[in-house]
C-alpha cells in the first residue's frame, strides 16, 4: 500500500472536480466526435505504436492504467509518455481482477494503492480523474471512486479485441461502435494488441478524413 491508509489524510485523490456515481458514457461536445478510450496498458511497444500514431494526427485519449503493467520492466517508462503526450490517465485498478463483489473496504484499498503507483511514476499533483472497472463490473466501485475524487467511465462500445487480434475484423467492429458522440474502446494492453493498434490508426485515419474530431468524454 506504499503507506497510504485508503480514506486518511494522505490518501491520494484522483483529482476529478466533480465526481458523481453514474458513470460518463459519452463524448464531449456535438456533431461527428468520438472519445477514445484504452485498456489494460500502460504495454511496451504497442503502446508506444498506438502513441505515436496518436501524437502524429493530433489526437488526445483516455489511458485507463494498471498498476501491476505500470511496475513491469519499461512500464512506468511508457506511463511517462502517455502524459507528456498529453492523455487523460483513468484508474483501472492494480491488476485484472473483477471487482463486483467486493465490498467497500477492498475496493477502496486498491484503488488508492494504484493511484499511489500511479503518482510513484509521476508525482503527486497529476490528475488521475477518471475510474473504470474492470470488465465493466462495478459492484460498490462507482461510489468508491467518487470518495477518492475520480468519476466512473462507462464505455459499451468495444470491440472485442480480448478476444481476436485480426486487424480487418477490428476495424469493422470500430467502425460499428464509432457513432456521433460515443466512446470508443480498445486495448493496448494484457497481451498482443498489434491488431487492435493497427484497427484503431485506419479508422482513425479515416473518420479524421471524413471530419471527424476526436475528443475526450463529457467531464
Known amino acids: 500500500m506504499h503507506g497510504v491508509t485508503p480514506g486518511s489524510a494522505d490518501a491520494p485523490s484522483g483529482g476529478h472536480p466533480d465526481p458523481r456515481p453514474e458513470p460518463v458514457e459519452r463524448a464531449q461536445g456535438e456533431g461527428l466526435v468520438c472519445a477514445l478510450t484504452f485498456d489494460d496498458g500502460p504495454n511496451g511497444a504497442d503502446t508506444l505504436r498506438l502513441l505515436d500514431a496518436l501524437s502524429a494526427r493530433g489526437v488526445r485519449a483516455v489511458f485507463c492504467v494498471v498498476g501491476q503493467e505500470i511496475q513491469r520492466p519499461g512500464g512506468a517508462e511508457v506511463l511517462r509518455r502517455v502524459a507528456d503526450d498529453g492523455h487523460v490517465l483513468a484508474n483501472h485498478s492494480t491488476s485484472f481482477a473483477d471487482?463486483?463483489?467486493w465490498d467497500a473496504e477492498r475496493v477502496r484499498s486498491d484503488l488508492a494503492e494504484n493511484l499511489a503507483i500511479i503518482r510513484g511514476v509521476l508525482g503527486d499533483r497529476h490528475p488521475v480523474p477518471y475510474w473504470r472497472a474492470p470488465n465493466g463490473s462495478w459492484g460498490v466501485t462507482r461510489e468508491v471512486a467518487v470518495e477518492l475524487?475520480?468519476?466512473p467511465l462507462g464505455v459499451e462500445g468495444h470491440i472485442g479485441d480480448w478476444a481476436e487480434q485480426d486487424p480487418d475484423v477490428?476495424?469493422?467492429?470500430l467502425r460499428?461502435?464509432?457513432?456521433p458522440g460515443s466512446m470508443a474502446l480498445a486495448h493496448d494492453g494484457g497481451g498482443d494488441r498489434a491488431g487492435a493498434v493497427e484497427a484503431v490508426v485506419r479508422v482513425v485515419d479515416e473518420r479524421l478524413a471524413q471530419g471527424w474530431s476526436f475528443v475526450l468524454p463529457e467531464r
Open 99 to 101: 471487482m463486483g463483489e
Open 170 to 173: 477490428l476495424a469493422e467492429r
Open 176 to 179: 460499428a461502435v464509432m457513432t
Open 149 to 151: 475524487g475520480m468519476q
